[in-house]
């Protein structure tokens, strides 16, 4: 990026909620259903059909409003946003202008550089999605109404963004808070959580904003950080060379790694807002209030520093381990059985995470309960096995449900601890290797790992690893 120039990015981000009915009605919100079955007069605005709210969506953008620290109005109402669209059966969508439901919040971000910021939060509110366009299945465009009338909620930030990188790290951050919170599933593919990012840019110091363009059309957190890359660095070149940057908005074509332009962008006044006369304002009482933040789950942040101090996790671990709370839930649940904090870290970042990453699924999915890997933790604690048999056990715990105990006992896995027994071991391979042991005595005492890998080999990986260690330097000093 020219460092004549800094950019101002806002994001606009609406959430699909969770719940099981749409916004006003009854229908269902379930995904993948064939086109234009979930629908009913209401969500197809028929003629003298009236909105009913759906409780569970206040809830559940209240919720989000505490979660970012937003005032929660007492008040706020809702209103007709009058535009016309093939997919928009009403000519009309319910959404909040005015007095929405939450306002000035903020979210904190972990640049790179270490340093944080905090990232403002102009407005919450409740809306309804529109239905679909499908342009891709023969000559005529295609309607499923499907989606109508399901409940979102926008999230709109003040231009606080400077990089793409900024840009990418709090929609990160939301994604976080929406997944803890139970209210989205955050699943960008399936276009549970959209983005639109409004770009500028101007000259360092100028406090005037620049013109600014709206890029839409991207389906990846990725896909955000690319697309406004590019779309700054295209600003930049157009006024290098003198040109002027137009309003509008922007299509991103990921594989292009280009914007394409839309249509002129809108203002407020384009879509003629006015109050929804069929719906009451939504009235949050304090006690209600209460209620709602009282089922407030612990949020990411304070889990990661309360990682970091109960159980003396290093940073970088605490981040990985409460990146979602499936994750942090399954290791804590882990702790229920061993209380060996680090070793649980290690298997379930290295071991659980590559199976989760290679097989695609979730922690949900992952084969291996918290307890069965806790009891494998124990068992190396407490000597019935090494490091080296878990290892080996752990691939048998994958394909069946079986306690380690079992596969330990099946296989005759039992660590080896009787130090005559890993004597006799010792004996026959300094024996059979009596160059090696030279080699020791003249000071290289790197060949003792040559000894300690030929004796594990010999008690078939079942040997003792620290009695092998300390049996081997005591035989190797009386050669001395």
């Given amino acids: 990026m020219n460092p004549k120039y800094e950019a101002v990015i806002g994001l606009e981000v609406h959430a699909q909620l969770l719940t099981e009915t749409k916004i006003f009605c009854g229908c269902s919100t379930k995904f993948g259903v064939p086109p234009n079955t979930n629908v009913c007069p209401v969500c197809l605005g028929h003629p003298g059909v009236l909105p009913v709210m759906n409780k569970k969506v206040v809830e559940f953008t209240v919720l989000m409003g505490l979660a970012t620290d937003c005032t929660i109005n007492e008040k706020s109402i809702f209103a007709r946003k009058n535009y ?83 840009a990418y790290l709090y929609l990160t951050k939301l994604k976080q808070i929406v997944t803890y919170l139970g209210i989205c599933d955050g699943n960008m593919e399936e276009g549970s959580l959209r983005c639109d990012a409004n770009v500028s840019v101007r000259l360092k110091g100028e406090e005037k904003f620049g013109t600014k363009t709206e890029v839409k059309n991207m389906n990846s957190f990725r896909n955000v950080e690319k697309a406004i890359e590019h779309e700054i660095e295209r600003q930049i070149d157009i006024l290098e060379d003198g040109g002027k940057i137009i309003q509008q908005t922007l299509l991103w074509d990921a594989d292009a790694s280009l ?61 990985i381990l409460t990146s979602s709370r499936e994750l942090a839930d399954y290791y804590e649940n882990v702790l229920k059985v061993t209380n060996d904090y680090k070793s649980v870290s290690n298997w379930v970042m290295t071991d659980v995470l590559k199976v989760v990453n290679d097989e695609k699924i979730s922690i949900k ?98 040997a003792n690893p620290q009695i092998v260690n300390e049996l081997l330097k005591k035989k190797l000093e009386t050669f001395r």
């Avoid at 209030?289 to 520093?305: F, G, T, V």
Wanted: proline share 7%.
């Fill in 365 to 462: 999915e992952f084969p291996v309960t918290p307890d069965r890997l806790g009891k494998l933790i124990k068992l190396i604690n407490e000597n019935v096995i090494n490091g080296k048999i878990a290892k080996e056990i752990f691939p048998e715990m994958l394909k069946t449900k079986k306690d380690p105990k079992e596969i330990i006992k099946e296989k005759n896995l039992v660590q080896i601890t009787d130090t005559k027994e890993i004597e006799t071991a010792i004996d026959k391979i300094l024996s059979a290797n009596e160059f090696q042991v030279k080699e020791y005595l003249s000071g290289k005492d790197k060949v003792i790992g040559f000894f300690v890998g030929q004796i594990m080999k010999e008690t078939k990986g079942k």
């Fill in 84 to 166: 016309f669209y093939p997919d928009l059966p009403k000519g009309y969508q319910i959404s909040q202008y005015e007095k929405p439901i939450c306002e000035h919040g903020n979210i904190s971000v972990e640049l790179k550089s270490g340093l944080k910021k905090n990232i403002g939060i102009t407005r919450i509110h409740m809306e309804e999605d529109a239905g679909k366009s499908i342009h891709d299945q023969g000559d005529s465009t295609l309607i499923d109404v499907n989606r109508c009338g399901t409940p979102l909620m926008e999230i709109v930030s003040e231009p606080d963004m400077r990089s793409a990188e900024e």
């Fill in 259 to 319: 914007v394409k332009p839309m249509r002129s962008k809108e203002e407020a006044h384009d879509y003629r807002y006015f109050p929804d006369p069929d719906l009451m304002p939504i009235a949050v009482s304090a006690n209600w209030k209460n209620e709602i933040a009282s089922s407030m789950p612990e949020l990411p942040e304070r889990r990661k520093d309360r990682f970091i101090s109960e159980f003396s996790l290093p940073r970088y671990d605490a981040e």
